[in-house]
């Protein structure tokens, strides 16, 4: 079966990872998920969960500092571009993300770990931190979406030409938008291009988590610059509803530039809070 263009960026992403980073496709009643396993053994899992369209890859600026400490695993997304395959079990609701991902916890032979999530990630995560609390001991939100606050109206209307018709430009010039100066890497920026385009793809939707029912610490982080929402009402909303939370705003970065942007900031922040 021919490479495609996605396939290329992928693999081309996927080399800039530590060289002992292991794949992994565990079974599910959604199909096989990948997830990139990197760190020790006797670490604590640590899950990362992306944004849309960014693939587990997007962590590779992270993965060597946080798998010092703990065993990272960087999921590709059911129902997203990806290695992630999804055969079997349909894909309709939020309810089903839950099953998915207690099936990946399952794989990984984790009964409590760690979960840190960007943007419709950090939406999953959040959902997934109220189904199940005994499984997440801290929960680790990076510019969620429609979690505390909805989308800025001109971040949709801006966003809207990618998702009637997807093409690599269209993506391209949304990113180039909303990231400005803060730009991405080329080579990731290639493959989320790329991702929008890839068949098949369902992102679900639904309300947002009822987050005053989080029982684990919380840390949310805001991009300074996010076109996504306005951080620092967000962070404020934030606070009001997770008062044991922490909450930061990053400075200089963009919603879809992270976790790209200063990783070494956000590395620190994050090994702080888990410990």
């Known amino acids: 079966?021919?490479?495609?263009?996605?396939?290329?960026?992928?693999?081309?992403?996927?080399?800039?990872?530590?060289?002992?980073?292991?794949e992994h496709?565990?079974?599910?009643?959604?199909?096989?998920?990948?997830?990139?396993?990197y760190g020790?053994?006797?670490?604590?899992?640590?899950?990362?969960?992306?944004?849309?369209?960014?693939?587990?890859?997007?962590?590779?600026?992270?993965?060597?500092?946080?798998?010092?400490?703990?065993r990272v695993h960087a999921v590709d997304l059911v129902g997203d571009a990806g290695r992630t395959e999804h055969r079997g079990?349909?894909?309709?609701?939020?309810?089903?993300?839950?099953?998915?991902?207690?099936?990946?916890?399952?794989?990984?032979g984790a009964a409590n770990v760690?979960?840190?999530?960007?943007?419709?990630?950090?939406?999953?995560?959040?959902?997934y931190g109220l189904y199940a609390p005994e499984r997440v001991a801290r929960l680790a939100l990076i510019d969620p979406t429609q979690v505390f606050a909805g989308f800025r109206l001109f971040y949709l209307l801006r966003a809207l030409p990618t998702l009637i018709r997807p093409s690599e430009g269209r993506a391209r010039s949304f990113l180039a938008w909303e990231t400005g100066p803060a730009r991405p890497d080329e080579?990731?920026?290639?493959?989320?291009?790329?991702?929008?385009?890839?068949?098949?793809?369902?992102?679900i939707t639904g309300r947002r988590p009822r987050t005053a029912d989080l029982a684990m610490p919380v840390l949310v982080l805001l991009a300074e610059n996010s076109r996504a929402h306005h951080a620092r009402r967000v962070s404020?909303?934030?606070?009001?509803?997770?008062?044991?939370?922490?909450?930061?705003?990053?400075?200089?970065?963009?919603h879809h530039s992270l976790p790209l942007t200063a990783p070494e900031d956000l590395n620190g922040r994050l090994a702080a809070f888990l410990g």
């Open 89 to 108: 079990r349909p894909l309709r609701n939020a309810d089903d993300l839950n099953c998915w991902l207690d099936a990946v916890l399952d794989g990984i």
């Open 40 to 70: 020790p053994e006797d670490g604590h899992p640590l899950v990362l969960l992306p944004g849309g369209m960014a693939t587990g890859l997007v962590w590779f600026a992270n993965a060597a500092a946080l798998g010092r400490r703990y």
């Open 236 to 254: 404020g909303r934030a606070r009001r509803a997770l008062p044991q939370a922490e909450a930061a705003v990053l400075p200089g970065a963009t």
């Open 25 to 37: 496709d565990i079974g599910t009643p959604y199909g096989p998920t990948r997830v990139h396993v």
């Open 187 to 203: 080579v990731w920026e290639r493959l989320y291009a790329l991702g929008t385009t890839v068949p098949g793809r369902k992102l």
């Open 1 to 22: 079966m021919p490479r495609t263009a996605f396939d290329l960026a992928y693999d081309e992403l996927r080399a800039r990872w530590p060289k002992s980073t292991e």
């Open 114 to 127: 760690y979960m840190c999530g960007h943007s419709y990630g950090a939406w999953i995560a959040a959902r």
